[in-house]
């Protein structure tokens, strides 16, 4: 094992300003001109080094005069100041890392776009397309899952014959899933609770008004298309087509995220439904109060959370909001 011959040197300090830090130790209290005599220097370079120890906290400056701070907080203060830089070095060595699967995915889709080589497989059926999302999902567990489902009939098929096979996927941790819906299929009876299964398996669920089409992306390398772009799956007998291509699963999921933005979480505070139906009924705020046996100020604490949680204004456009998303059936 070898030590440095310069320990301090590898704090950061010059040999210059160990030098005047070890005069400055034995003198421990002096001026300049005595530092400078002491250490058999010009005045003008000891004064730049003083100041650089000064900086570094090894040395402080009192009324004209450098006193030496005791070598264990002096050498303590060196060593946070470097591990402050390695730990800032270590957090941009790990963004250039993370940043190698992204560049990685670029090279991907310009090789596959020059080569015009894309994979494609055409998917009939509604049984296989569940089993090849399964099975792609199953290639590399846990696998990141975005799908957007644009309409009521496709969004009904897929909770009645699937969502318990998936939640099952979740729970053990064999993929992570995100789904836009259509904000008009929460007014279905039943598919609310069925979503909050979905949720409470860690799904996350947020709804849009209008979704442009069905699709999906698994990872980083496959993505799944309508054989018709704005066709219900249902409509078009469930054809899609399974495209291996990051060029294509890039744009699937930018599309995606923007619309997951834009989209909002369907989960909601009980409390706040509460309030809500009681108002649609034509009910105040003291009544509502005394049937929950609430305060009125708690009361309308959750009309302010309501209203949030569904970006209205007004409590009027709070109850419309509710009601188109299925809330208060």
Not at 70 to 94: K, M, N, V, Y
Not at 108 to 113: E, F, I, P
Not at 129 to 158: C, K, M
């Amino acid at each position: 094992m070898t030590t440095s011959a310069d320990p301090l040197g590898s704090l950061g300090l010059s040999r210059a300003q160990t030098a005047v830090y070890e005069t400055v130790l034995r003198l421990h209290r002096a001026t300049l001109p005595e530092i400078a005599q002491a250490a058999d220097e010009p005045t003008d370079e000891v004064a730049d080094q003083l100041a650089g120890l000064v900086r570094l906290g090894a040395v402080d400056e009192q009324a004209g005069e450098f006193l030496a701070r005791h070598p264990a907080a002096a050498i303590g203060r060196l060593i946070a100041a470097r591990l402050d830089r390695l730990a800032e070095e270590s957090r941009q060595i790990d963004e250039v890392l993370a940043s190698v699967g992204g560049l990685t995915l670029t090279y991907d889709a310009g090789r596959d776009y020059q080569s015009r080589q894309f994979p494609v497989e055409l998917v009939n059926g509604a049984d296989e397309l569940y089993e090849s999302v399964i099975g792609l999902a199953l290639q590399s567990p846990p696998s990141d899952l975005v799908t957007a489902i644009p309409d009521e009939r496709s969004l009904t098929d897929f909770i009645r014959k699937y969502a318990d096979t998936w939640i099952e996927a979740l729970k053990s941790d064999l993929l992570t899933a995100r789904a836009v819906v259509p904000a008009s299929a929460l007014a279905i009876p039943g598919m609310r609770d069925s979503l909050d299964r979905l949720t409470a398996a860690g799904a996350g669920i947020r709804a849009l008004d209008r979704v442009p089409s069905w699709f999906f992306a698994i990872g980083h390398d496959a993505a799944g298309l309508p054989a018709d772009w704005g066709v219900s799956l249902p409509g078009s007998a469930y054809n899609c087509y399974l495209v291996r291509a990051p060029i294509v699963v890039g744009a699937l999921r930018a599309l995606f995220d923007e619309m997951w933005q834009r989209a909002t979480p369907i989960r909601y505070s009980p409390g706040a439904v509460q309030v809500l139906r009681l108002a649609s009924q034509g009910i105040s705020d003291d009544t509502i109060a005394r049937r929950l046996g609430l305060s009125v100020r708690t009361v309308r604490a959750r009309f302010a959370d309501a209203m949030a949680e569904l970006g209205a204004q007004t409590r009027f456009q709070a109850g419309v909001e509710a009601a188109r998303r299925g809330w208060l059936s």
